[in-house]
């Protein structure tokens, strides 16, 4: 029976609702919708393609936790709030991702998102070994 392993970064704690940041089952890392948080919980607020980058950021410090990198996921779903910011996902998403690693995606708009200054939020599922 594969082992399960749960991810909360950063190791020091967050200031995040009650859930793991990821959870590996065998060779699948299931990753949480992560948001536009630093590591000192600080938002970019209005600021869609900074908060993208923080959202890429905080994506690679988890895979990094978990032994990953950006070439290994399989399948991301982006939610965002404005259906205006699309076509500037779309332009940052091709530069976040290489073409010969381009994951699936499902995109879509929300009415809101748990925090009210979240523009968008990623979650994927990574291939590990």
């Given at each position: 029976?594969?082992?399960?392993?749960?991810?909360?970064?950063?190791?020091?704690?967050?200031?995040?609702p009650?859930?793991?940041m990821?959870?590996?089952?065998?060779?699948?890392?299931?990753?949480?919708?992560?948001?536009?948080?630093?590591?000192?919980?600080?938002?970019?607020?209005?600021?869609?393609?900074?908060?993208?980058?923080?959202?890429?950021?905080?994506?690679?410090?988890?895979?990094?936790?978990?032994?990953?990198?950006?070439?290994?996921?399989?399948?991301?779903?982006?939610?965002?709030?404005?259906?205006?910011?699309?076509?500037?996902?779309?332009?940052?998403?091709?530069?976040?991702?290489?073409?010969?690693?381009?994951?699936?995606?499902?995109?879509?708009?929300?009415?809101?998102?748990?925090?009210?200054?979240?523009?968008?939020?990623?979650?994927?599922?990574?291939?590990?070994?």
């Amino acid at each position: 029976m594969p082992t399960i392993t749960r991810y909360a970064t950063p190791a020091s704690g967050r200031a995040f609702p009650p859930f793991s940041m990821a959870v590996r089952h065998g060779g699948t890392l299931y990753v949480s919708g992560l948001g536009p948080l630093d590591v000192q919980g600080r938002i970019h607020r209005a600021d869609f393609a900074a908060q993208f980058a923080q959202v890429i950021e905080n994506l690679k410090t988890v895979l990094a936790d978990a032994g990953a990198d950006m070439t290994r996921i399989l399948k991301t779903s982006v939610l965002l709030v404005r259906a205006t910011d699309v076509p500037e996902m779309n332009r940052l998403y091709a530069a976040a991702f290489p073409a010969e690693h381009m994951p699936a995606r499902t995109t879509s708009v929300v009415a809101a998102l748990p925090v009210p200054d979240f523009l968008l939020e990623i979650e994927a599922f990574v291939a590990v070994d």
